[in-house]
């Protein structure tokens, strides 16, 4: 399989304490980064999701965040603590003997922390909850990354195929272009009314053909060709070695465009650099 590294992915979960959202989101980057946006309660959670991104992940810019709405009408009963009230009270007389001016207000005790308080809800449990909702969120978030992923995998099929249609072009056209090189040349030596020997004319020919021999370029072009198409059946974390076979592939087609001695083989050359580019944009998205 092969991967994008953006992607996207949503998971609300319900229970009886309320509602947590997972929202899982990433970009491409060089490394695997990850960012975690929890609330403060659950920031125990931060190393067990590192380490589920880190068997899923190789590269890529990831956010995580995690939203969660408690249910008020299921916070719990409220619990009262009349020894520490009482002893409050207590407390507030001896200030008042001491001759401090105030009543005792009863609201007052009651926001003392501890009097009130509401039974919680099971840390516990909420926290496997919470995580079967990321396992689900995470598995969307992988099938989104790979949905794009061989997207841009038929995309980079379609300009490898174009590559290869220019190549083969180039390849018909080399004869010709040649033989057309060689008439050229004579036609300008008895323009100048040079008269050379056989031997210098072969001599100029044989110069000629090894400045404009392209065959090493364009099988080294049909190499990359095949060596890239076995890159991406293999899948996986590609994208590095996608991005290495791209200099290989820009390497051979400037080689080609120095050597381009009529229009058409240099059109061809333009357009195989075309291709590649279009590739390489691509393969910046792949993990």
Request: hydrophobic share 40%.
């Amino acid at each position: 399989m092969i991967y994008s590294m953006t992607g996207f992915a949503r998971v609300q979960t319900k229970a009886d304490w309320g509602s947590a959202v997972w929202e899982i989101r990433s970009v491409n980057q060089r490394y695997l980064e990850t960012h975690y946006r929890l609330p403060e309660q659950f920031r125990s959670l931060e190393p067990m999701l590192r380490e589920r991104f880190r068997k899923r992940l190789q590269r890529g810019k990831v956010e995580c965040a995690l939203r969660i709405s408690f249910n008020e009408a299921n916070q719990g009963a409220l619990t009262f603590q009349p020894a520490l009230a009482q002893q409050l009270i207590e407390a507030a007389k001896q200030v008042q003997q001491a001759g401090a001016d105030g009543s005792i207000n009863p609201a007052d005790i009651l926001r003392w922390p501890g009097v009130i308080a509401t039974q919680e809800a099971d840390v516990d449990e909420m926290q496997k909850v919470m995580m079967d909702a990321f396992d689900e969120a995470l598995t969307q978030f992988l099938a989104a990354r790979q949905s794009e992923g061989e997207s841009m995998a038929a995309l980079i099929e379609q300009r490898l195929d174009g590559i290869l249609t220019e190549v083969d072009k180039v390849s018909e056209q080399m004869p010709a272009v040649l033989e057309w090189q060689k008439d050229r040349i004579r036609t300008r030596f008895e323009e100048a009314q040079v008269t050379l020997e056989d031997t210098r004319v072969e001599q100029e020919m044989v110069l000629l053909a090894q400045k404009t021999d392209v065959a090493e370029e364009l099988d080294r072009l049909k190499s990359h060709i095949k060596e890239t198409q076995k890159i991406m059946k293999k899948g996986g974390a590609i994208g590095r070695r996608l991005d290495f076979m791209m200099q290989e592939f820009n390497r051979e087609a400037n080689t080609l465009g120095s050597k381009s001695i009529n229009r058409e083989v240099t059109q061809s050359a333009v357009e195989i650099k075309v291709l590649i580019e279009q590739m390489r944009e691509q393969i910046q998205n792949i993990e």
